[in-house]
């Protein structure tokens, strides 16, 4: 029985090693590794709200292994923004670049 007060979050196990992997090797603040994963999920949700409020007009379409697939709406035209050698472009505007690779490095599933 868990603690009172309190719910489960089933991951699997690989994926939660991974994880914990990465938290070990990067994180380098007090939080532990319970309060410091609520942190980062409550800080995605807070992210897509501020993007809703920045790109009303943005959407993503496709998630990929390195990039978005962003959607525009009012212009009625669709781009891939990808990190690339180290690097983030964006094809299909050039006019609007800097606006669609800010989104997508806003975005909490960019990369």
Known sequence: MGRSGYTSLSIKED???????KYDALY????????????????SFDRLKLLRKMFPDFT???ITDNG???QNKKKN???QVELKNNK??????TKDAQSYILFAA???EFV
């Open 60 to 62: 993503v379409l496709t």
């Open 77 to 79: 035209e669709i781009v």
């Open 68 to 70: 978005l697939a962003i």
């Open 88 to 93: 983030i472009t964006c094809t299909g505007s």
């Open 28 to 43: 380098e603040g007090k939080l532990t590794f319970t309060v410091w994963s609520q942190n980062v999920i409550e800080a």
């Open 106 to 108: 806003l975005h909490p």
């Open 15 to 21: 994926d939660y090693n991974e994880i914990r992997k």
